[in-house]
């Protein structure tokens, strides 16, 4: 379960920025958006929708959320033991260009809240830290300062024969973890639980469903999943094949080409959908199954490709990064996918979503899918920076009309759209 991560110095973070998903103390819809953790006192949000115009930042918070995971899962890894650290600073002002970046996550594992950062350039870490909260104390466990790395006596103690070893472009705690520290591994176990994919690329989206497809279980959630949203059939077929000499020259494939696909021996996946055949007293008498990504609609699609990740965050309560989540998608289907995580039946183990929209439609109150607390705002200011903030944040009051006002620009986050007055596309 994610509590917060803040970034500084990164793309277009100049400054420190934090998305929270600690409950407010608003009143309004605490008992679908929210849920309890165990830590006594702490409440989180289920959701969190982030607006702003393009180019504002809301990708390069993904990013950095992305970049963070990464480098947490595989910076210890010796494929990586020459290799500059792909870390992007702040490059429009000289005053930050030279400096490290910082990334801090806070997350829930097991009964434990963890605070988990870092400081970083292209050479090296700077700075590294990790806490642990148990019956709301915060606990030192270790901390860093370039090579010189201090383990309490909170941490694993076989943690202290690392501290030699461990390179000056790797994180301490993914060396715990690579020799079997239990608390790093932990811990590692909890990032690979945050999931970000892009909504304008399906094509990992779409291999990670198919995977989970193999399973009869999961299927089943999927097909359930899909059946809902009725987009004309109700449920899918995934067949895997290897093509052939035989199949490659009935399709008139030049040798050249066969030889390298042959030798590749790289397996094929169709996906199908099932529809049904009606007779002319509208009966159904048969069914029969279309290509996927050749019959089906861009919307279709991509409402498939986003069905094995969204099953699988809520069946082990993960947190899910979507950027671009509704592009494509049908106004009823985004708001059907937010209810699910936004509720008490279908999400009882903590699932997150977070994801990043140009609909404002999501927000309008009689929807009465956010709170406050859920809707942040990016916008980036004349020097390039970008600055987030909720609704709560902007003390926005609960009877405004959010859909309106954001489109007002009262919240700003929308983009300054200016055309000179003589701007002629062709010459007379």
Known sequence: MLVKFTVENYLSFKNRSTIDLTATSLTELRNSNLFDTPLKNLTLLKSMVIYGANANGKSNLFKAISFARKFILNSSKDSQADEAIEVQPFCL?????????????????????????????????????????????????????????????????????????????ALFLSVCAQFNIPTGIAILKAMSNVQYISGMQDRYTINFTIDMMDDPAKKKFIDNFIKGASLGFTETK?????????????????????????????????????????????????????????????????????????????????????????????????????????????????????????????????????????????????YGVTNMESLYDKKVRKDASFEKDYLEGKYNGIPDIKIDNNFRLFDE
């Open 238 to 382: 995934v067949e895997r094949f290897k093509l052939t000499e035989e199949i490659l020259e009935k399709g008139n494939v030049p040798k050249e080409i066969r030889k390298m696909i042959l030798e590749s021996d790289e397996e094929n996946v169709v996906v199908s959908t099932k529809h049904p055949i009606y007779d002319e007293n509208n009966e159904e008498v048969d069914n029969i199954y279309f290509n996927l990504f050749a019959n089906e609609s861009l919307g279709t699609c991509k409402y498939v490709a986003l069905s094995g990740p969204i099953i699988d965050t809520l069946l082990h309560g993960k947190t899910l990064i979507i950027d671009e989540f509704d592009a494509q998608l049908h106004p009823h289907l985004s708001k059907a996918i937010i209810e699910l995580f936004n509720s008490k039946e279908n999400n009882p183990n903590g699932a997150q979503l977070i994801f990043a929209s140009h609909n404002p439609a999501l927000i309008n109150p009689k929807r009465k899918l956010f709170r406050r607390d859920q809707i942040m705002i990016t916008e980036k200011d004349t």
């Open 93 to 169: 002002s000289t005053e930050s260009i030279e400096k490290p970046s910082l990334f801090e996550l806070v997350f829930i594992h097991d009964t434990a809240k963890y605070r988990y950062g870092f400081l970083v350039d292209e050479e090296e870490i700077h700075k590294e830290w990790l806490y642990v909260t148990t019956k709301n104390k915060e606990q030192l466990l270790f901390e860093r300062d370039f090579q010189e790395i201090k383990v309490t006596k909170k941490f694993d103690a076989a943690s202290t024969n690392l501290t030699s070893i461990t390179r000056k472009n």
